[in-house]
């Protein structure tokens, strides 16, 4: 099956850093990944859509210069969330639509993010 | 605009008992409803889509447009059903999905 590896898991940084999570598609090419934010018993948040080979397109409300997506190939797409603060602690999850099968998107294990 | 609606944060039940996740949503087109289960520690996962019209693990789930409900239901609860649900909308065609704030299942022995 299709699998999309999300990396890191887990991660802690201090305040003012910035942190990239790297998202693949493993055994297959994606041309659309999503980005969501999914806070401590709440829902997935879509926070973007990003699309190989062209900008990334943000939902209403997310800070394009805060959160940098690029989606240089048909298998990475990374996020960069920009000089972090601890309101940015958070789970990031990625997914990918394949187009093929007939699941709508296929997802990652999700990145923990901690700003202390 | 699209919405999905999980009314309950928490659903617990026994062993053996019938069980209903419900779910609601607005959409001015024409959808597409998704259940995701996320058990404990592992990714979100496709459990069902309504145009499948398939039991996955013992669950079912009807499209009613009348109603515009998408409730999941399994005739008797297991242990290991006990898990996040999640119900989505997307428009027909579209990749794109709205999620619902989730129910946790919890399945008392």
């Known amino acids: 099956g299709a699998v999309v590896s999300q990396h890191p898991s887990w991660v802690i940084c201090k305040s003012g850093t910035s942190v990239k999570i790297e998202c693949r598609s493993l055994d297959f090419q994606a041309t659309t990944m999503f980005w969501y934010r999914q806070f401590p018993k709440q829902s997935l948040m879509l926070m973007a859509t990003s699309n190989e080979g062209s900008k990334a397109t943000y939902e209403q409300g997310v800070e394009k210069d805060k959160f940098l997506i690029n989606h240089a190939s048909l298998t990475l797409s990374t996020l960069t969330v920009t000089s972090a603060h601890p309101e940015d602690s958070s789970f990031y999850i990625c997914?990918?639509?394949?187009?093929?099968?007939?699941?709508?998107?296929?997802f990652g294990d999700g990145t923990r993010l901690s700003i202390l | 605009a699209q919405r999905v609606t999980q009314p309950e944060k928490l659903l617990s039940v026994f062993k053996g008992a019938p069980v209903e996740l419900k779910c609601n949503y607005s959409y001015s087109g024409s959808p597409e409803l998704f259940w995701y289960v996320q058990y404990s520690r592992q990714r979100l996962q496709l459990l069902l889509r309504?145009?499948s019209r398939e039991s996955i693990k013992g669950f079912t789930a009807d499209l009613n447009k009348g109603e515009t409900s998408f409730h999941l239901k399994k005739p008797f609860a297991q242990e290991e059903d006990s898990a996040m649900y999640y119900c989505a909308l997307g428009g027909a065609g579209s990749y794109q999905l709205t999620f619902g704030k989730g129910t946790k299942l919890s399945v008392i022995p």
């Open positions: 309504h145009i």
């Open positions: 997914s990918a639509y394949i187009g093929t099968d007939n699941q709508p998107q296929h």
